[in-house]
Each structure stands twice: as structure tokens, then as C-alpha cells.
């Protein structure tokens, strides 16, 4: 009984695999990041999460401050409740509310970010590009130019521009030296 193993499943693909070689479709290709290009994007999630953990700190650091200056103007036991609110300087104050507006921006913007990577399974820059390409209509049309083509059209005209220049440039010259031969 100890002798006994399983058999060999070499030649079983899981189903997803075997599904696709049946409809004749493509397997998913990996890209860049090692994850399948049709699957949800792991970094996108990964930016949202971290997005929402930046925001869940600076939430609580703003509550500190605001827990800080509230006890601050508050009168202590044994002060007369009419004696007049603690002299503030307005430019460390100022520079506090800048420094947790902008973590607090900063944060719901990068968990914004992470929540439209993940849903539209945006991995990178070069998939937000073919994105946006195939959705206004950027990529491969019939009578587009290639850039090689458009790159040789730019220099002949820059020829063309050139040899005009020399042609007129040439003239002038000839002109003036028949000016100064029959003076």
C-alpha cells in the first residue's frame, strides 16, 4: 500500500486553460509585472489600499491637532473661566493645517488613483496609453502614417525649405555681384 502513488496529471490543464484552447481564443499574456493582463490588477488594489491607510492616519492626525487646540482654549481648573484664550502665533498654525490638508489630499488622491487602476485593470502607463488610444481612437487607422513615414515627409520638407533658401540666398548674390560690376 505504501508503494502506491497517484497518477500523473501532466497532460490536465486547469480549466480556464483548456476553455480557451477549445474557443480557438488567445491564452491571457502576462505583461510587464508578472500579472495576467485579464485579471484585476493586483497594484491597483495594492494603491488603494495603501491610499485608504494614508488617509485612515492623516484623518486621525488631523483629529489629534483639533483634540489639541480644543483643549488649549479650555480653561484649566483653577483659572477665572473670563481670562481671554492663550496667545496663538498664526504661522506654525498655518503651516499645520497646510502640512495635514495636503497628506489628506494626497492621500484620497492616490486612493482614487488605485480605485480606477483596479477597476478598469489599468497596470501600468503603457496600459493606460493603449487604453485611451483604442477609446478616442489614437491607435492603428487606415490612411495613418507611421512615425518612420512622418519623420522622411518632415525631412524632405525641411530639404525642400533649405534648397528654396540657397536658390534665393544665390540670387541675391548673383544680383549684388552684377550690381558691383556695373558701377
Given at each position: 500500500m505504501a508503494d502506491r502513488q497517484p497518477p500523473e496529471r501532466e497532460n490536465v490543464l486547469p480549466l480556464k486553460q483548456s476553455s480557451e484552447r477549445d474557443n480557438g481564443a488567445e491564452p491571457v499574456k502576462p505583461t510587464e509585472t508578472g500579472v495576467a493582463s485579464g485579471s484585476k490588477s493586483a497594484r491597483g488594489?495594492?494603491?488603494?489600499?495603501g491610499g485608504a491607510g494614508f488617509l485612515l492616519y492623516s484623518s486621525l492626525l488631523t483629529?489629534?491637532?483639533l483634540v489639541r487646540r480644543y483643549k488649549l482654549a479650555q480653561p484649566r481648573?483653577?483659572?477665572?473661566?473670563n481670562a481671554p484664550y492663550p496667545r496663538t502665533?498664526?504661522?506654525p498654525d498655518a503651516v499645520e493645517a497646510l502640512?495635514?490638508?495636503t497628506i489628506s489630499v494626497c492621500s484620497a488622491g492616490m486612493m482614487m488613483m488605485g480605485g480606477w487602476m483596479w477597476a478598469l485593470q489599468i497596470q501600468n502607463m503603457e496600459d493606460l496609453r493603449l487604453r485611451l488610444r483604442s477609446k478616442i481612437g489614437g491607435g492603428a487607422r487606415p490612411g495613418t502614417k507611421s512615425k518612420q513615414e512622418v519623420e522622411e515627409e518632415i525631412e524632405e520638407?525641411?530639404?525642400k525649405i533649405l534648397a528654396r533658401k540657397a536658390e534665393?540666398?544665390?540670387r541675391k548674390k548673383e544680383a549684388s555681384e552684377?550690381?558691383?560690376?556695373s558701377d
Open positions: 488594489l495594492i494603491l488603494f489600499a483629529r489629534r491637532s481648573f483653577y483659572q477665572s473661566n502665533n498664526g504661522f502640512g495635514l490638508a520638407w525641411i530639404a534665393k540666398d544665390r552684377r550690381g558691383t560690376l
